[in-house]
Nanobody, 117 residues
Framework: QVQLVESGGGLVQAGESLKLSCAASGSILSINYMAWHRQAPGKQRELVAS???????NYADSVKGRFTISRDNAKNTLYLQMSSLKHEDTAVYYC???????????WGQGTQVTVNS
């Protein structure tokens, strides 16, 4: 099993920045894909950013140029640096980890990000 714990969410004003962290523990060998998703009340969960095989990154069009996903393998931690935050970024942000070759899929408990307009 893999455990994922998100942190770093909070209340900010539009235009400000936040950095989210996801600490991974447990049986973490061969986790080759990690991602951040978000879900606002009454809306479907959406993919925000992903990182595959350490360096291959992808972003949702709505966050390109504002968000950066990265990982620190020595600390077993995934990050999401969020800049120029908008009210529409308000959501619960979830960390996701996969072994794409086996189909194993793990989720964290989420961290709330609220951006005042």
């Amino acid at each position: 099993q893999v455990q994922l714990v998100e942190s770093g969410g909070g209340l900010v004003q539009a235009g400000e920045s936040l950095k989210l962290s996801c600490a991974a523990s447990g049986s973490i060998l061969s986790i080759n894909y990690m991602a951040w998703h978000r879900q606002a009340p009454g809306k479907q969960r959406e993919l925000v950013a992903s990182i595959f095989r350490d360096t291959n990154t992808n972003y949702a069009d709505s966050v390109k140029g504002r968000f950066t996903i990265s990982r620190d393998n020595a600390k077993n931690t995934l990050y999401l640096q969020m800049s120029s935050l908008k009210h529409e970024d308000t959501a619960v942000y979830y960390c996701n980890a996969k072994r794409t070759w086996s189909g194993e899929d793990y989720w964290g408990q989420g961290t709330q990000v609220t951006v005042n307009s």
